[in-house]
């Protein structure tokens, strides 16, 4: 399906849980979006299911949903379509529900050079978003061949909480298209939706380290061996 059916299909279409996903930290559930015909299976994280956080708010849920407007707004297409609902256990984000290669994610795929350019963006995304949480399983390689970005709500912090395994591109230059974009975002005010997410510093601090990556216009290297999350995978 196309982007905006998809989006139209997880917001409005009939929802039916169909069981527990194992090992999420969360109350995380596979889900069938039914509607006129069409139907997908979804991931769907309810905010009444989030084990509370000490250096993060409630709401994790809301964050899923902002790191897919910003991957939209900067016209990369990193996370799979994620929306806000309401649901069996309440209001969360429902997403797309990415049929991949499991055998597959972060150390597996920077081996193929194919993915490079986008494994680059996913790298900036990360550092802008500041993602408390990019572990290799997060990176999943689609039936499309594309990779994407799942399990983004520790993200938007205000203080720095980068943790992430992606620090192949460290000291690199950041690729031109890529700080065109960020260049574009930071310059324009986010998207009425993506702000509505979003607490006024969280909104800042997102600007700023976009503006940050551009002055440098280089991948940071990790600076003391504890920017990793745990576990890797």
């Excluded at 950041?174 to 509505?196: K, Q």
Aim: a neutral charge; glycine letters at 6%; charged letters at 25%.
């Amino acid at each position: 399906m196309a982007a905006a059916e998809t989006l139209a299909l997880l917001t409005r279409g009939t929802v039916t849980v169909r069981g527990l996903l194992p090992g999420a930290s969360n109350a995380t559930f596979l889900v069938k979006v039914a509607r006129d015909g069409e139907q997908t299976f979804a991931v769907y994280k309810p905010g009444r299911g989030e084990r509370p956080l000490w250096d993060f708010p409630r709401g994790l849920y809301r964050r899923e949903v902002a790191a897919f407007l910003l991957s939209e707004a900067l016209g990369w297409h990193l996370v799979p379509p994620t929306v806000l609902r309401d649901g069996p256990y309440g209001e969360g984000s429902m997403q797309y529900f990415v049929e991949a290669d499991f055998e597959q994610h972060y150390f597996t795929l920077r081996e193929d050079p194919a993915h490079r350019d986008r494994l680059a963006r996913l790298c900036a995304f990360d550092l802008v978003a500041n993602n408390a949480d990019r572990k290799a399983g997060h990176c999943l390689l689609g039936a499309d061949g594309l990779v994407y970005a799942i399990d983004n709500g520790l993200s938007f912090h205000v203080e720095p909480k980068l943790r992430t395994v992606i620090w192949d591109f460290a000291d690199e230059a950041v690729p031109a298209p890529v700080l065109a974009d960020l260049t574009r975002l930071a310059s324009t005010r986010l998207p009425r939706v993506l702000r509505a997410l979003l607490a006024p510093d969280e909104r800042d601090a997102l600007v700023a380290r976009c503006r940050a990556l551009v002055a440098t216009a280089h991948f940071p290297a990790e600076p003391d061996g504890r920017c990793y999350p745990w576990p890797l995978v």
